[in-house]
Protein backbone atom coordinates (compact mmCIF):
# COMPACT_ATOMS: atom_id res chain seq x y z
CA UNK A 1 0.00 0.00 0.00
CA UNK A 2 2.98 2.32 0.87
CA UNK A 3 6.32 2.00 -1.47
CA UNK A 4 9.64 4.42 -0.53
CA UNK A 5 11.87 4.54 -3.45
CA UNK A 6 15.64 5.56 -2.89
CA UNK A 7 17.48 7.06 -5.54
CA UNK A 8 20.72 8.79 -6.40
CA UNK A 9 23.31 6.79 -4.91
CA UNK A 10 25.94 5.67 -6.90
CA UNK A 11 30.44 5.69 -6.44
CA UNK A 12 31.99 8.86 -5.84
CA UNK A 13 35.71 10.01 -5.32
CA UNK A 14 36.16 11.76 -1.35
CA UNK A 15 35.34 15.08 -1.00
CA UNK A 16 32.73 14.48 -3.64
CA UNK A 17 29.29 15.09 -3.33
CA UNK A 18 25.77 13.19 -3.58
CA UNK A 19 22.10 13.67 -3.28
CA UNK A 20 19.83 11.06 -2.37
CA UNK A 21 16.52 11.16 -3.37
CA UNK A 22 13.28 9.25 -1.61
CA UNK A 23 9.75 9.28 -2.66
CA UNK A 24 6.72 8.12 -1.18
CA UNK A 25 3.77 6.46 -2.63
CA UNK A 26 0.52 4.68 -2.56
CA UNK A 27 -2.37 5.34 -0.01
CA UNK A 28 -0.90 8.13 1.87
CA UNK A 29 -2.98 10.04 4.42
CA UNK A 30 -0.07 11.81 6.57
CA UNK A 31 3.77 11.64 6.37
CA UNK A 32 4.87 12.50 9.80
CA UNK A 33 8.75 11.57 10.65
CA UNK A 34 11.15 10.89 8.06
CA UNK A 35 14.77 9.47 8.47
CA UNK A 36 18.04 8.48 6.52
CA UNK A 37 19.89 5.02 7.74
CA UNK A 38 22.96 3.30 6.71
CA UNK A 39 24.43 -0.06 7.40
CA UNK A 40 27.94 -1.40 6.21
CA UNK A 41 28.25 -5.29 5.90
CA UNK A 42 29.20 -6.75 9.17
CA UNK A 43 28.09 -3.36 11.05
CA UNK A 44 25.11 -2.18 12.84
CA UNK A 45 21.99 0.42 10.68
CA UNK A 46 22.63 3.67 12.12
CA UNK A 47 20.48 6.87 11.75
CA UNK A 48 22.02 9.35 10.03
CA UNK A 49 19.74 12.13 9.83
CA UNK A 50 15.86 12.84 10.61
CA UNK A 51 13.13 15.40 10.16
CA UNK A 52 9.82 16.26 11.66
CA UNK A 53 6.75 17.20 9.59
CA UNK A 54 7.50 20.69 10.78
CA UNK A 55 11.27 20.60 9.48
CA UNK A 56 13.18 19.80 12.38
CA UNK A 57 16.18 17.91 11.84
CA UNK A 58 18.50 15.77 13.61
CA UNK A 59 22.13 14.44 12.74
CA UNK A 60 24.75 11.70 13.83
CA UNK A 61 27.53 13.50 15.08
CA UNK A 62 29.68 11.96 12.31
CA UNK A 63 27.71 13.78 9.26
CA UNK A 64 27.12 17.07 11.13
CA UNK A 65 28.24 20.27 8.97
CA UNK A 66 28.53 17.75 5.72
CA UNK A 67 25.13 16.29 5.60
CA UNK A 68 21.81 18.22 5.45
CA UNK A 69 18.45 16.48 5.21
CA UNK A 70 15.30 18.02 3.92
CA UNK A 71 11.89 17.69 2.16
CA UNK A 72 9.21 18.25 -0.16
CA UNK A 73 5.60 17.66 1.20
CA UNK A 74 4.29 18.45 -2.02
CA UNK A 75 5.97 15.47 -3.34
CA UNK A 76 6.26 13.38 -0.54
CA UNK A 77 9.85 13.29 -0.89
CA UNK A 78 13.07 13.35 1.19
CA UNK A 79 16.49 14.19 0.23
CA UNK A 80 19.84 13.58 1.97
CA UNK A 81 22.60 16.29 0.26
CA UNK A 82 26.08 14.60 1.49
CA UNK A 83 28.99 16.90 0.99
CA UNK A 84 32.42 16.07 1.69
CA UNK A 85 32.27 12.66 1.39
CA UNK A 86 34.58 9.99 3.32
CA UNK A 87 35.76 6.63 2.55
CA UNK A 88 33.91 5.94 5.75
CA UNK A 89 30.74 6.86 4.18
CA UNK A 90 30.18 4.15 2.05
CA UNK A 91 27.34 1.94 2.87
CA UNK A 92 24.04 1.10 1.51
CA UNK A 93 21.22 3.87 2.97
CA UNK A 94 18.27 3.60 3.59
CA UNK A 95 14.80 5.94 3.95
CA UNK A 96 12.54 5.14 6.67
CA UNK A 97 9.25 7.20 7.29
CA UNK A 98 6.05 7.26 9.80
CA UNK A 99 3.13 7.05 7.59
CA UNK A 100 -0.74 6.93 8.37
CA UNK A 101 -2.57 5.19 5.21
CA UNK A 102 -5.81 7.13 4.03
CA UNK A 103 -8.66 5.91 6.70
CA UNK A 104 -6.32 5.13 8.93
CA UNK A 105 -6.14 5.75 12.51
CA UNK A 106 -2.38 5.19 13.64
CA UNK A 107 1.21 5.67 11.69
CA UNK A 108 3.83 2.84 11.23
CA UNK A 109 6.91 2.53 10.13
CA UNK A 110 7.97 1.74 6.60
CA UNK A 111 11.42 1.50 4.65
CA UNK A 112 12.72 1.43 1.47
CA UNK A 113 15.28 -1.29 -0.15
CA UNK A 114 17.94 1.11 -0.01
CA UNK A 115 20.57 2.72 -2.64
CA UNK A 116 24.49 1.92 -2.34
CA UNK A 117 26.98 4.59 -1.94
CA UNK A 118 30.40 4.18 -2.41
CA UNK A 119 33.04 6.53 -1.58
CA UNK A 120 36.55 5.62 -2.90
CA UNK A 121 39.40 6.86 -5.24
Known amino acids: QVQLVESGGGLVQPAGSLRLSCAAS????????MRWYRQDPGKQRELVAGINSGGNTNYADSVKGRFTISRDNAKKTVYLQMNSLKPEDTAVYYC???????????????WGRGTQVTVSS
Open 26 to 33: GSIGSIYD
Open 96 to 110: NADIRLVGGQFPRTY
